[in-house]
């Protein structure tokens, strides 16, 4: 297994408060894409994160060694619809309960 912390970097610091309709949307897609991943194991954890400086997402992907990190990332709703992009770091291991 391989383990990924991903960090979705908005399109802009206050994205979170100014999102437009569609933005909205596409959040609401990607939501729920990171839910479906979270249900099949693939996702470990992910959430919002409300930095002073501007919001984030996090995200912790466990994959097998033959995934491709950059295949999930290019599925996300948002950055499909170009609605700002993801950081992607290798963990060397991954403890969670559950």
């Not at 984030?56 to 990190?69: K, M, T």
Request: net charge negative; with cysteine; glycine share 12%.
């Amino acid at each position: 297994m391989k383990y990924y912390l991903c960090k979705y970097i908005p399109p802009r610091p206050d994205f979170l408060p100014t999102m437009s309709a569609e933005e909205k949307g596409w959040m609401g897609e990607h939501g729920a894409y990171l839910d479906a991943l979270l249900e099949q194991g693939t996702i470990v954890a992910h959430g919002p994160v409300m930095d002073p400086a501007g919001g984030y997402g996090v995200s912790l992907y466990r994959i097998a060694d033959d995934q491709d990190i950059a295949a999930f990332i290019a599925q996300d709703p948002i950055v499909k619809n170009g609605v700002g992009h993801y950081e992607h770091h290798p963990m060397l291991h991954l403890k969670a309960r559950g």
